[in-house]
């Protein structure tokens, strides 16, 4: 299936990416705007969940809402 | 309490209680607590009551959620989550009486860290008076490549109890479980991207024990008549989101997200959304969005089949046909104190609003019993979701 394709894709090139060394070409001290309090994928957690439940309820799909973790490891 | 029932069934809506747990249990766990790996989330609570009001049914209740450092490496957290529902949507109005419920939840989690590492694990229950659902989810995420990479891993299991308000001997079975499997990746000083895949098996009892299918019946005087939907007992689901957010030049966020999906039951959808996040004046935050959502029908949908047992599987359930649903939302945000106060470092309150659109290609509306079976109009309803919150850093 094309989701699976895709997933197994990018895994790969996860896999080739960790054998080489990766030079950080943001560094720390660029990360100001990254660590704005409006820069996140979810602001409020408990609103957040239960906007995701609302759809949940009322519609056929449901996964990979995000919230997994995450963020930039800039704070 | 509920209404007496009228013959066919009680609850054709347990639509709204039934399904949505099937999707909580799995979904709730994960998503309060949005940490960096690396960096623990703040000590925080959040009080929010919401509401939603739409295709005759109303759905009110409170969430509570509280995040405690404990240790300088360890987090708990709980959740507090309750719907009240009254229901008297199209299925409940065309095949039985309105009815009131209500369905209670907790979740208490904890997160530890470990260098770059977040382990996370959490325990839910909800419960209403049909339906009992018990879900564990672990998880880990972890800060690589000079913190510009990060990589979130989870499994969750979950188990459900399905009742039936008119017949205690009643009681199936699911269950269930996810993998996850999240990255996120610093690609500018002002972009962050996202990637998420959820794979989703569910075995056992996956029907509304309410609801019916119609079948075309030249004996009855509406020319239809009903028979108990049958559904698969296995459901596996694929699901893979991409979001992006961007830092633009003057002090506000613009956001994107695509997610496709697609699941054994022939259910094929996409989603799009946008949103806006831009402080406006001192301790103001506005925040705009628009999502668009559209979905095929399963295999075995059918508005009207041509027969009875015209096939394994029948279902009529609208979360299952082909339709369209428009979010339109803002949210305001307000922080009433930002230089601390007593024990808080933190406050604010916050109003959200959404507005939906749903549009049915084939799911009609029944309530027009003049129309010839099949050809009735089709459904469509608008839903209010509003919610209000507070919440504190401390």
Known sequence: ?75 | MRAAPKVVMVGAVAVTSFRHLQLAGLCMLWLGFPAGAGVLPDDRADALYHSYDGGGVTITGPSILVLKNVRQDLVISGNYYVDSISSASIDVVTQASPYEEERTEYTLGADYMHNNSIMSASYTSSDENDYEAQTASFGISMDMFANMTTVAMGYTRGWDVVGKVNDPSFSENVDRQSYTLGLTQVITKDMLMEVNYEAITDEGFLNNPYRSARFLDPDSALGYSYEPEVYPDTRTSNALAIRSIYHLPFRASALAEYRIYNDTWGILAQNFKVAFVRPVISGWVFEGRYRYYTQNSADFYSDLFPRRDSQNFVGRDKELSTFTNNTLGFTMSFDFIRNGWHWIDRGSINFSYDHMWFDYADFRDLRDTSAPAGGEPLYSFSADVAQIFVSIWF
Request: glycine share 14%.
């Open chain 1, 1 to 75: 299936m094309l989701i699976r394709r895709i997933v197994i894709l990018v895994g790969m090139l996860l896999v080739l990416t960790a054998c080489s060394s990766v030079e950080p070409w943001v560094k720390p001290y660029e990360r100001a705007n990254l660590a704005d309090e409006i820069m996140q994928f979810q602001r409020d957690p408990v609103s957040a969940t239960y906007m995701i439940h609302v759809y949940g309820a009322r519609e056929g799909a449901r996964g990979a809402e995000g919230g997994h973790g995450g963020g930039c490891g800039c704070n």
